[in-house]
């Protein structure tokens, strides 16, 4: 259950598509949660339990990292003295994103290319992740949602190669890839989702940006999962589209390129909050955020891994982790 880019290419329909889709979630309503039972008490965040007689709800999109990333923040809460309702798993990001625009749900991570692109309607990413971050909080306010501090995790899309094939070729950086194409054309062979190779702020737009251009034939068009296993097989795929974040990328020993032109979107994740909800309680900042400075692309490449190739609950993974790390403590 991995997607990417904060949700995968469905998630950026553009603004038009969200109005749409939006207009019929809205006749839709929730789905049932369930209330989190977990007997946790305040580690290193939560002392003093400051959510203490507050009932929130948190959710996610219906993807193993936002699953997990939800739980976290639930736990938190709940660890802080909240009574916490778990309606994480909402199909696809509309869901989630009205959810927390009509006050449905209070809080959960979210991604700051889909708020630039996918929810505010922008078509050009800003290069720069803070920066990124900022703009998405301002504009954000006027839909009643409060961004808090991101997290270096980023959900983007990138190329992979295998460490065994690139002990021949020393790929570092998309640039690098771009050379190579033009020393040995026929070296350079890509596995892509089909959506991904016509795409301007896919593959083509890549290709336009580091100035290299691959013939049809170097391109072979395929499922998202069946590339991570493609690119790891010597002599299948060089190079495979993934998503930074994949567990599959540390599981099948794969090597991300830089994207060195900053051509790819930033998905960062933060903490998102209904507005009316945090004015109520703005001490869930001081919950939330050190749990974010934690969040890396390397640990969300672990914790992924868990849930997505060894098969263990989103819930237990996330809370796991967040007694490891000695945000929480289990009674």
Known sequence: ??????????????????????????????????????????????????????????????????????????????????????????????????AIVKGDADAMYEYTGTGWITYLGHAKPIPDPHQQWVAVRDADRRNGVTWLAPSTLNNTYALAI?????????????????????????????????????????LPGMEKAYGMSLPASSIRKMDAGIIYTQVSKSGSCL?????????????RDLEVLVDNKHFFPNYNAAPVVHTK?????????????????????SVAQTLNAKVD???????????????????IRQR
């Open 1 to 98: 259950m991995t997607a990417g880019a904060g949700g995968g290419w469905k998630a950026r329909t553009g603004l038009l598509g969200v109005l749409a889709l939006a207009a019929v979630v809205s006749g839709c309503g929730l789905k049932s949660g369930s209330p989190m039972v977990d007997d946790v008490v305040p580690g290193s965040v939560g002392r003093g339990e400051p959510l203490r007689g507050a009932s929130l709800t948190v959710t996610s999109k219906n993807f193993s990292e936002n699953i997990v990333l939800g739980q976290m923040i639930g736990l938190v809460f709940k660890a802080a003295g909240a009574e916490v309702l778990d309606r994480t798993n909402l199909p696809g990001s509309i869901s989630a994103r009205e």
């Open 309 to 327: 190739v060894d098969g263990q609950d989103p819930h237990e993974v996330a809370k796991d982790w967040l007694i490891q790390e000695g945000f």
């Open 239 to 251: 190079l495979g589209e993934v998503f930074t974040t994949d567990g599959r990328i540390k599981a």
């Open 277 to 297: 909800t945090f004015d109520k309680y703005p001490q869930i900042a001081a919950l939330l955020d050190p749990v974010s400075r934690k969040l890396t692309t």
């Open 162 to 202: 295998s460490r065994e094939n690139n002990a021949k070729y020393h790929l570092r950086t998309l640039s690098d890839v771009a050379a190579l194409s033009k020393k040995d054309p026929s070296a350079v062979t890509v596995c892509v989702e089909n959506e991904f190779a016509s795409r301007d702020d896919g």
